[in-house]
């Protein structure tokens, strides 16, 4: 007779780990870094949220940083295997089952997505270049087929255009806008090939530099002299790489004379946060006043935004990287005032699109905004090459796709 039939209580269960536990849990912090930023989030709160003590993570990860490669490798790996199809003879039949493909990660990775489009940036060195390589080798892949059907563009043309529809894919974990799966893969299926049919622009030239330092927020008083160093030491190395001894330096100040103007770091940020969000404003009714039609309007403000965000570029970076970091109160009302802006786009889109349902015009006026960020961080930018007509004519592509 066993303990348990004597009428004693039954041993407890013994908890089997989960084979695939390490990718639990980097799959889970991934999520997490997303949504509130590497730093924002501890290894405490990612074991809270699969399940199982904070020094049992240790089992499987040394500290945070392990679990942010092992989430970028998954990602990448993911991509390449996904994108490792059977070869087609057609080279059009080819570049849209990739196409295909990349719009059904874009949905499925959608929650870790931002791990493309910011949090890489917390990798080191080392890891930051094997990131970039994986995106190479992606890029080959389609820039290859691409070639194949288009002969008259080279092989930079090729790879700038796919550049700007791995855009696209990636704006779909800029934001959270609802929309059925498959009406999502195929609105970001046509805009990338929208792009990819477009005319090319040699000027779109890939650069690791920085842009040179700009009168990004005025210089006409001390406190707009910390706004502007602030702002671009969070866009080169992140809100939370970056400390008020950095900023005061920069400024040339003692950091305890950056407290004079502003009470905390967090502060600086939601400061620049909000001059930020009245560029956007000033910009946007600038391009509406005058507009003769909603097509003339959504023109200018397709001009207004390249422009904006070229000049402003460390700025808008900062924008939409950074807004984890801000106090709460300020982060809500900052996100509402975002939402309006991009509301703004949908309702002018829909006027001129009225076949276009609004869930689609959303996911457009994401996927059109995020191309000119997103190159804005990757591209040099030249006026004399027409450079800025350029881009103006690939948002205006994508928002018409």
């Given at each position: 007779m066993s303990i348990a039939a004597a009428g004693e209580p039954a041993p407890p269960a013994v908890r089997k780990r989960p084979k695939n536990r390490r990718a639990q849990l980097a799959l889970t912090a991934a999520e997490m870094f997303c949504e509130r930023g590497y730093h924002g989030v501890s290894l405490d709160e990612i074991a809270t949220a699969v399940g199982i003590s904070g020094p049992a993570i240790y089992r499987h990860f040394p500290n945070k940083y392990a679990m942010l490669v092992h989430a970028t490798r998954q990602l990448a790996e993911a991509v390449r295997a996904a994108t490792g199809l059977p070869g087609e003879d057609d080279p059009r039949r080819r570049v849209d089952a990739l196409l295909a493909v990349l719009a059904r990660l874009a949905v499925e990775h959608r929650r870790v997505a931002g791990l493309y489009q910011w949090e890489w940036r917390y990798l080191e060195a080392e890891h930051r270049e094997e990131f970039m390589a994986e995106l190479g080798v992606l890029a080959g892949r389609l820039a290859v087929p691409l070639r194949q059907s288009r002969p008259e563009i080279g092989d930079r043309d090729a790879h700038a255009l796919v550049r700007a529809a791995l855009s696209v894919f990636g704006s779909l974990g800029t934001h959270r806008a609802a929309i059925a799966r498959g009406r999502a893969e195929l609105a970001l299926r046509r805009a990338a090939w929208a792009l990819l049919d477009a005319e090319p622009a040699t000027p779109l030239v890939p650069t690791t530099e920085y842009p040179a330092p700009e009168p990004l927020l005025g210089v006409t008083a001390r406190r707009e002299i910390l706004l502007n160093e602030s702002v671009k030491l969070f866009h080169r190395h992140g809100y939370h790489a970056v400390g008020v001894e950095d900023i005061g330096r920069a400024a040339g100040i003692n950091a305890s004379s950056v407290y004079r103007y502003f009470p905390g770091k967090a502060d600086i940020l939601a400061a620049a946060f909000y001059r930020?969000?009245?560029?956007?404003?000033e910009s946007t009714a600038a391009a509406l006043s005058g507009a003769t039609g909603d097509a003339d309007a959504?023109?200018?403000?397709?001009?207004?935004?390249?422009?904006?965000?070229?000049?402003?570029?460390?700025?808008?970076?900062?924008?939409?990287?950074?807004?984890?970091?801000?106090?709460?109160?300020?982060?809500?009302?900052l996100r509402k005032v975002q939402r309006l802006h991009v509301e703004e786009w949908v309702r002018l889109l829909g006027r001129l699109r009225p076949e276009l349902a609004v869930p689609e015009a959303r996911i457009l006026v994401h996927a059109a905004l995020n191309l000119v960020t997103d190159l804005s961080r990757l591209v040099r930018f030249d006026r004399r090459s027409g450079m800025d007509r350029h881009l103006t004519r690939l948002m205006s592509t994508v928002l018409h796709a």
């Open positions: 930020a969000s009245e560029r956007v404003a959504l023109h200018r403000m397709i001009g207004s935004y390249v422009e904006l965000t070229f000049e402003r570029s460390a700025l808008v970076s900062v924008y939409l990287a950074e807004n984890n970091n801000l106090p709460e109160a300020d982060r809500h009302e």
